[in-house]
Every structure is written in C-alpha cells, then in structure tokens.
C-alpha cells in the first residue's frame, strides 16, 4: 500500500448505526486529517491530529468522535448521524501541520438514510 | 478569517484551447498557497505549492502562478484526461488549509 488509504470506499447507515471510518498514512507523516466534503462547498476541515495529540477541534457535533491510536492511522468513529451528515469524508496528512502540502487519501462516500 | 475564490466556477474548453483559473485569497501570513486536482468520486490529488509571490511551478500542460492576491492555473493545450475540478487552497497563521469552492473544467474532444 501507498500513500494514503481508506476504508471503507463506500457506507450507508441508518441513523441509530454505529460504525467507523479507517485511515492509514504510508508515507511517514507526523500529522493527520479529517474533512467534510459537501456539494458546491469547499472542503471543512472536522478534525487535526498532530503528533498523535488533537489539536483542533472544528465545532464538530459530538456525534462525529475522532480516535488517532499512533501516527500512521486515524479512525473516526460515527453514531446516531443525521441526513445532512451524508457526504465525502476525506482523511490526510501531512509532514508537519502548517505550511506544508496534505496528500489525501480516496474517500469514503457516506450515505445517512 | 483565510478566505480562498475560485473563478471560474465551471469552465468549458475545446481540446488545444488554453485558458486559465484564478484564485483570489485573503490570509493573515501566507505560509503557502496549494492547487489540487480531483477526479469524480475520489480524493484531491496534489499539484504545486507556491510560498512567495513572483514564484512559478509547472508540470506537463499545468503552470502555477502567484501574486500577492492571487494565484493562477493556466492550461495550455488542454486535452480530455485534464479534465477535473481544480481546487485551490492556502495556509497561513492558523496552520489550517481554507479551501475554495474549485473550477470545474472539461476539455471536449
């Protein structure tokens, strides 16, 4: 595996599910990445973890739990989500947090039904 | 607040015919200002970053350039495979990447 890597690819669940979403950076990063990608709105930037510490928090329901077990995976973990929850989450990562390019893995496209 | 423009939203071009995109930001400490592409249903896929205005990147039909308010994407001789949406993004004080909306363009046979 390269890069950056998630799973799964695709999710629908019912608003009383629980489920998780996996990320895995192969390229030796110190930071990671959640965001949301929503229709014709720029990419929101949900979570950052640097160096295996939080360290931002973007105002993000509670119902969205972030979980960096070590510094090459990045889980967020999802229970009772709302409709206007269904969108792409994208993890990345980066050298450091700041000025300095992220590389995005594929996606999971999350339906809330 | 960072704040990123995207213009145009949506642009049609013939295969050959060169245009350019801008992106117009606002940033407190521009720290870098970062160009994306992405495919339907994937994820952003990273182009160039620019840290200082005058500064100039390139890869294949793809040239990056930026200003002190703005940056631009030209395309010279588009064909079909650079089709995509273009997003644009700059990192300042923060440490945040604030993200435009994207050009989306599509190169016609």
């Known amino acids: 595996e390269t890069g950056v890597t998630q799973t799964p690819r695709h999710l629908v669940m019912g608003m009383t599910n629980k489920k998780s979403l996996k990320c895995e950076q192969h390229?030796?990063?110190?930071?990671m990445y959640w965001y949301k990608q929503s229709a014709k709105k720029p990419l929101e930037l949900m979570f950052v973890y640097s160096l295996e510490e939080r360290v931002e928090n973007n105002s993000v329901p509670s119902r969205f739990s972030p979980e960096c077990p070590n510094s090459s995976h990045l889980f967020l973990h999802l229970h009772t989500l709302q409709p206007e929850d269904s969108a792409l989450y994208l993890c990345a990562s980066s050298q450091l947090q700041g000025g300095y390019e992220q590389y995005f893995g594929p996606g999971t496209r999350l339906t809330v039904t | 607040e960072d704040q990123v423009t995207q213009s145009p939203e949506a642009l049609r071009l013939q295969e050959g015919e060169s245009s350019s995109l801008n992106c117009s930001y606002t940033?407190?400490?521009?720290?870098?200002l970062f160009w994306y592409r992405q495919d339907p249903g994937k994820g952003p896929e990273f182009l160039f970053t620019?840290?200082?205005a005058g500064e100039e990147k390139e890869k294949e039909r793809l040239k990056a350039t930026l200003t002190k308010k703005e940056s631009f994407l030209h395309i010279t001789a588009p064909k079909p495979e650079d089709s995509a949406t273009y997003l644009c993004a700059v990192s300042g004080g923060n440490n945040r990447l604030a993200f435009g909306k994207g050009n989306q363009v599509v190169v016609i046979p």
């Open positions: 390229l030796g990063h110190n930071a």
């Open positions: 940033v407190s400490g521009l720290r870098g």
């Open positions: 620019l840290y200082s």
